[in-house]
DNA sequence: ATGTACGACTCAGAAAGGTGGTA
DNA sequence: CTACCACCTTTCTGAGTCGTACA
């Protein structure tokens, strides 16, 4: 049985991992029940002042005991479409213009001759390299076919493994649960940390870390030989190695699906495919974690390049100098033409017009008539502007469809790529116009003139054999063309404002590749659930060590883990002065007596940070002890930087690094809140107590959003209506009265006759105070989430599968707490009755599961699950 | 071995753009 | 019916994290 190869899921599965399965296992025998198994909440003793962190329950914290349970036989029984296209040998298809799924493609490899004639060049070249693939294009076409026809099987039948099923069940044996509960819970109440049981998992820590990295070295160093090797070697001998290496996988890939992120009507069921003996191999060559390391992420790589913004129209209207016009160059109107039509706040910016100054003058020259900005007079240009966007405005419908459509068309070959045979949408394939930079907060260089980007600037990263991207400038020529198969990225170039910083182009969210990555992710956060109380008794322990850089290590773990706050990398003076842990200074946390801390401090993106908690003593004293002799400035963990603390937490568990714990608190606080919250109702309070804790979430990430412009307009409006409804109930609340008792026509405030019956009243009286109570429940949360910003978390740091399982187990549409954009790809979820499906049950279909986390999106359960 | 530069990836909020309800 | 608006989605691109190559 394959396994998909750069899945996560075969993490698990691993050899690297066996040890700690073995680890999971033995919590296995003790795990308890969906809900207190998983609560992880773990904000325990952070308490707030201001609201921030208001949690103050008790962090139960229990090891991962179901982690586990994706044992060599889960997954064996069922593949995914993406499965389906690694375990096959690689084919080039051309980037097709259609986007139809399956049924399109398989068209394309008839070779139909109208076919031939609508692919592009490229492709026919890449056909014609791969010619001695061809012949086995029929019988793999068969087999999509075939596939296909799976999706009509019924699911049970597709599920051959029940066993796995029985297994899972055994997992929500109560009596489970206690033992579980008495020998692993640790109780946090406050300040305690039960360091009991970490001496004894501590030893078991070690096996599964070392036998990771062990592998891990020697996999990447074999891999990064391989790959150099292959830049030598002439191409005739590099395809029969492709050829080999992929031919070892015995059958072709072909297009098998479409991973189309914007069609909501595509849907497409994952499906059982059972396979040769590939699985092995592929196992072992792609173990572990994908991002930033040597792991090769494709075979085959298809895309058309990128798109360039059109070329500057001149449009000849004059800037004002000292009140003369001034004729400009096109380069130089152009940036004039930027500074005009900018946010009219920026004006009172000197930064911004002092940057912009320097890089426009440079395009006048020293010598030109103009001599300074203030003297400069930028309206007759803005107003040009303004008149072109009313233009735009006012065209009628058809035209700006018209338009649209053209745009499309021009992009259409842009938007997708294929990788290792499957049709993937792809991101930003539109490179960045040229603008001002504007960067968040006091940002060192905002004004400055972001120039363009020409082809000459962008490398192309693409698979080898791949015909290359035809420049889309006529006349110029990309910088370079890589066949980086261990990068995912299509294409990039240097930022411009920062240059030793890159661009890069790569593919959508929905796309297998960061699909994958983000199960990764997940998967990582819960394995950090099962270290957690280690982690948290090492640095109990660590708060009052001797050594002032463990000392420090601790507290900041502490905080990390405590407050969710990022690791906090070195910036220069060029960003904007924002701190993360690492990085705080001692004017960030002041003291407050009773063991209280303040947070005040920028954040990424210049987020304000203030949060005022009360901590344990010794990381009180601690705190006192670092700011002692130390000025405003001066690093409050100065023997600290994030290598140091991401050194020590590798040592604490495998690929432990400090932002999984913003991954690992905000999803188990997820859980956490929707079991203990969730009552019984009507859909829309389960949706009430879902966003709040969505709520919760956002704000321990501190994803905040500023007020909208309109908001308290939109508030006095609601406001308004309500006032207008509730006199109309007391109106209809007197005309029921009339009603009953003279049963005569009635005359409303209006002077219109109104002849209704008593029933007929009551309904209506039903009907506006239901309205009356929704508008005040959505005025409600409108004011409660005005600046609290949701959909950050969501698609960043709660796993998809808590929702998805607490849907399900609540009878709650999942398109009711994910909108329609995130519901996307259809898949198929263990044949089980739905008020056991629990987040680990999904777990434990990782393979199904995987295709849920193709780009966060998924949608719809199996029919037997959605009655 | 240690520190630094930088490459490549995730995460971030704002703005733009689309949609559908309603005044 | 149309204009407006609230809400939602998508796009955009800046700002982090973290690993590694290199000095």
Redesign the pocket.
Known sequence: MAVEASDGSVTFKSSSASKSNQLYSEMRKSTSHSHDELSYKNTSDVSSSNGQTSSSQNGKVVPSAKASAVESSVGNTKASTSNLKTQRNKDLINVNEENNSTKHLKEDRCEDSEEEDSIPLSAIKMKMNNGNVKKATPDVLKKSYEDSDDDDIPLSARFPKNTNLGKYSCNFDDSNKQEMTSMLSVKRPLDKIDSLHSSGKKSKLSDPASSINAK?TTM?DAK?EEEEEDDDIPISRRRNKLVNKSSSLKKLTNVTKVNK??A?SFKKKSKLKKSGNKSKHVKSTKLQS?????QK?WTTLVHNGVIFPPPYKPHGVKVLYKAKPVTLTPEQEEVATMFAVV?AKYMQNEIFKDNFWNDWRKLLGENHVIQNLKDCDFTPIYDWCQVEKDKKKQMSSEE?KAL?EQKMKQEEKYMWAIVDGVKEKV???????P?L?????E?P??GKV?RRIHPSDV?I?IGKYTPIPECPIPGESWKEI?H?D????LA?W???????????V?L??SSS??G???KE?YEKARMLKSYIGNIRAAYTEGFTSKDITKQQIAVATYFIDKLA????????DE??D?V????LKIENVTAQGHNKLKFDF??????KYENTVEVELPVYNAILKFQKDKHPGDDLFDKL???????H??ELMP?????????FNASFTLDDMLNKETKDGDVAEKKDVYQHANKQV?II??????V???HS??IS??NE?IVELQASLRELKIDLKRARKENSPLTSSDGKKRNLNPEAIEKKITQTSAKIEKMQR?MHT?EDLKTV?L???K???LDPRISVAWCKRHEVPI?KV??????MITIDFPPIDKNQLTVEILLDFPLSVCSLLKGRKLCCFPPELDQ
């Open positions: 891990q990447k990064a992120g914007a909501p994908s991002s930033g390391d040597g992420k946010d700006k649209k991101g930003n394939f539109r490179v960045e116009p603008g930079f504007i960067g968040r907060g940002h260089k905002i972001k490398s990263n890589k980086k261990t990068r995912i990225w990039k240097r930022d411009p404002i920062n240059p030793n910083k890159s661009k890069h790569s959508d969210p590749l960061k994958q990555s983000d992710k706050l990022r690791a906090g990398n070195e910036k220069d960003e904007a924002t993360g842990c690492c990085t920028l954040g990424k993106d210049s987020i930087d994030t290598s140091k603390l991401n050194a937490l590798k690929n432990l690094t400090a932002k999984v714990f913003r991954t956002a990430c501190n994803h905040q959003r500023s909208s412009k309109n307009a939109q409006k609601l209506k959505d409108k910003a959909g950050t978390s698609i960043n740091y398109e994910w909108t329609s954009s995130l519901v």
